[in-house]
């Protein structure tokens, strides 16, 4: 049994209050926001349901998944960062507000202060990366209970890293009004260089592999057949390839879809190392972009 | 002393906004500072608070300085802003619960403390209820039972009553004096010059320079035009009657660390 001095002890639980102050106070502001619950949502069927089944009507199976199925990960992803970035973009107003100077004043240490706001805005991103879950069944994706947990903890990782970079472009703005910009310039190149809408390199096209019973196709698959019926090989120019393979999102998205799926096509572990390292390096610098507000 | 201020100064792209201010404030002591608008007031208070570095000379509160021992400063002063700084989704009890988990207050007897503040700033029957729905003399008596909840020995008050009617203005001088009689120093900035007035100590700031730093009474014996002069004879006499805003290379910058 290890004793622990009790002033350490002390200074845990203060920081542990902190960090769960800082998370209450986030979680009853997105609970009070139904526009952010209502936004995920919509943006669930606006890409599942419409994209999934509109482009998925044309281009048919991917891997031999339907394309519904091939983006649900991917659906999952932009609510991640929509959510993890919004969550960092709450600072902007909180400064605005002059809401952060009572935080600024506070003896709490800023690593407890960082880690408190990005819990709490993971915590936030896998609320909204749950929901495309709700319709996985519309769409015809079966999970065990173990695979939601893995989904669930790559999410939390993801948001973590997510809301640190968000936190560290919202102390260097002035005004809520950049989030538009940062929708674009952030959000939008990170979703769409994932994977997330296109394999790397897969078999496109296929008819006919959805129509055989779930076992026989999982035994097709380990045999390495993903379509049946024609289809035809699409590879990423490399350039296109090279930039995916550089972004963290691509590694955690190919984990989240293994898990929900069981297809990937990046290296598993480099997937694992991500989703440890990315959280850290983004508790690192955000706690850094924080200090510095504390003091100029 | 509470606070001893020596030659403290900050520039900002190098134009001063504050140098060699100096001055000392004593438990139980109040001062005021004044000023016209860009004097250097709330680079002052900045400094002091912790949130600005300060470029030249040194600060020292409770004996412990303000540029290398901030965290310790943050744990002895109490602060209330200019502008409201509560988060109108949270009740008071909450912002109560989440200044004391950010001063690391003991959970042990939290509750009777926070409820004696509750009821000190007359909240106890809204103490559930949030924020959004009070009046703007409700949410200065919460941040004012907020920023003393840690027992500070410092209340530094930013222009306090900024928006109060008379009666919200009255209550909560009544308040800060109470506190003062309790041994807290306090130090505040105005522009309510008849605020000013009931510190015992009173500094003007005139373009970053403390110019004037006395009892109201020998501000008024030195600097006033008449036998019965006013401060606000000895201040307009001090810093002329033209208006004082410093713009230019100064204002983005302070506007920034403000915020």
């Known amino acids: 049994m290890i004793y622990f001095p009790a002033r350490f002890a002390t200074e845990c639980e203060d920081n542990l209050r902190i960090v769960f102050v800082m998370w209450r106070r986030e979680m009853r502001r997105y609970l009070a926001d139904k526009s952010q619950i209502f936004g995920g949502f919509s943006r669930t069927v606006l890409w599942l349901l419409i994209l999934g089944f509109g482009l998925g009507a044309t281009l048919r199976e991917i891997e031999g998944y339907s394309y519904a199925q091939y983006i649900l990960p991917g659906v999952m992803v932009l609510n991640v960062l929509f959510a993890s970035l919004q969550s960092a973009f709450g600072l902007v107003k909180d400064q605005k507000l002059g809401l952060l100077r009572q935080v600024v004043v506070a003896p709490a240490p800023s690593l407890s202060v960082t880690i408190g706001k990005l819990i709490a805005g993971a915590t936030v991103a896998v609320c909204q990366g749950a929901i495309p879950l709700l319709f996985a069944p519309f769409v015809g994706v079966q999970m065990a209970v173990a695979d939601v947990l893995v989904a669930i903890l790559v999410m939390f990782s993801m948001g973590i890293g997510l809301t640190g970079i968000g936190v560290i472009i919202a102390t260097r703005l002035n005004g809520f009004e950049s989030f538009g910009a940062i929708s674009n310039g952030v959000i939008q190149p990170l979703y769409f260089l994932s994977g997330s809408i296109f394999p790397l390199k897969g078999i496109v096209g296929g008819i006919g592999f959805l129509d055989i019973p779930l076992g026989l196709r999982e035994e097709l698959r380990n045999y390495g057949i993903y379509a049946i019926g024609g289809g035809w090989v699409v590879e990423l120019p490399s350039w296109l390839d090279a930039i995916v393979r550089v972004n963290p999102i691509s590694y955690q998205l190919d984990l989240l879809r293994n898990a929900i799926l069981g297809f990937y096509q990046l290296p598993q572990m480099l997937g694992l190392s991500v989703c440890l390292i990315f959280p850290l390096l983004a508790i690192t610098c955000a706690t850094r972009a924080i200090e510095k507000i504390r003091q100029t | ?259």
């Open chain 2, 1 to 259: 002393m509470t606070i001893i201020c020596e030659n403290l100064g900050r520039s900002f792209n190098g134009v001063a906004a504050v140098s060699n201010v100096s001055f000392g404030l004593e438990a139980g002591q109040s001062m005021a500072l004044i000023g016209p608008n860009g004097a250097g007031k709330s680079t002052t208070l900045g400094m002091l608070t912790t949130v600005l570095k300060p470029d030249h000379g040194s600060a020292q509160i409770c004996g412990f300085d303000v540029a290398t021992q901030a965290r310790d400063v943050r744990r002895h002063i109490g602060v209330l802003f200019q502008d409201a700084t509560l988060d109108d989704t949270m009740t008071p009890i909450e912002t109560l619960e989440f200044h004391a988990a950010l001063h690391g207050i003991a959970r042990k007897g939290l509750k009777d403390r926070i409820s004696a503040a509750l009821h000190w700033a007359g909240l106890e029957s809204v103490s559930r209820s949030v924020v959004r729905g009070f009046s703007g003399g409700m949410k200065r008596r919460l941040e004012l039972a907020r920023s003393m909840l840690h027992r500070p020995d410092l209340l530094i008050l930013d222009e306090p009553t900024l928006g109060l009617d008379p009666q919200g203005r009255m209550d909560l001088w009544a308040r800060v004096s109470d506190l003062r009689s309790q041994g807290m120093a306090i130090l505040l900035t105005t522009h309510v010059l008849s605020e000013a007035e009931s510190c015992g100590t009173i500094g003007i700031l005139h373009q970053g320079k403390l110019i004037a730093l006395d009892s109201k009474d020998n501000l008024t014996k030195s600097y006033g035009t008449s036998a019965n002069a006013t401060l606000e004879d000895a201040f307009l006499s001090l810093t002329g009657r033209q208006l004082q805003d410093r713009g230019g290379a100064l204002r983005p910058a302070l506007v920034r660390a403000r915020a």
